[in-house]
């Protein structure tokens, strides 16, 4: 095979490469865009953080959040559903700060704890959520 002819399927496979690898790049970083990022907790429509997602956002002075939303759109099965009553799973991407998610509104009754970056399935809240803060309860 002459010198030029083997620079040239060189130079053609690095191009076959360089696009595959932006193509799958952007695809990972879309897909990501949904699910749970580190520094928040998110909620999940089915169980071993599967389905529709819902990040569990807060407002400075306000621990609590009441579930009063719905599943992200075009996140899995139960995209667009209530999220109050309706979650089976969470996991924790803060750093050091565990969850709780709560069966009655405003961080009220029994509980299940979610670690500080831990996933778990719930059992004492399966599908019956109202509301979530920070363990320990700040207030």
């Not at 529709?52 to 719905?70: E, Q, R, T």
């Not at 405003?106 to 019956?128: F, H, I, M």
Request: charged share 15%.
């Amino acid at each position: 095979m002459s010198r030029k002819r083997s620079v040239a399927r060189a130079a053609a496979s690095a191009a076959v490469l360089g696009a595959a690898v932006a193509t799958s790049s952007v695809s990972a970083h879309a897909a990501a865009t949904a699910r749970c990022y580190p520094g928040s907790a998110c909620v999940y429509y089915n169980s071993n953080q599967a389905g529709a997602v819902a990040a569990m956002g807060h407002v400075d002075g306000i621990p609590s959040w009441d579930f009063a939303g719905v599943f992200n759109y075009d996140t899995g099965n139960g995209s667009g559903t209530p999220i109050k009553n309706n979650a089976a799973s969470a996991d924790s991407r803060y750093a050091s700060q565990a969850v709780r998610v709560h069966y009655n509104s405003w961080y009220k009754g029994p509980y299940d704890v979610v670690e500080a970056q831990s996933k778990r399935n719930l059992s004492v809240t399966y599908n019956d959520n109202a509301s979530w803060n920070y363990h320990p309860n700040p207030v």
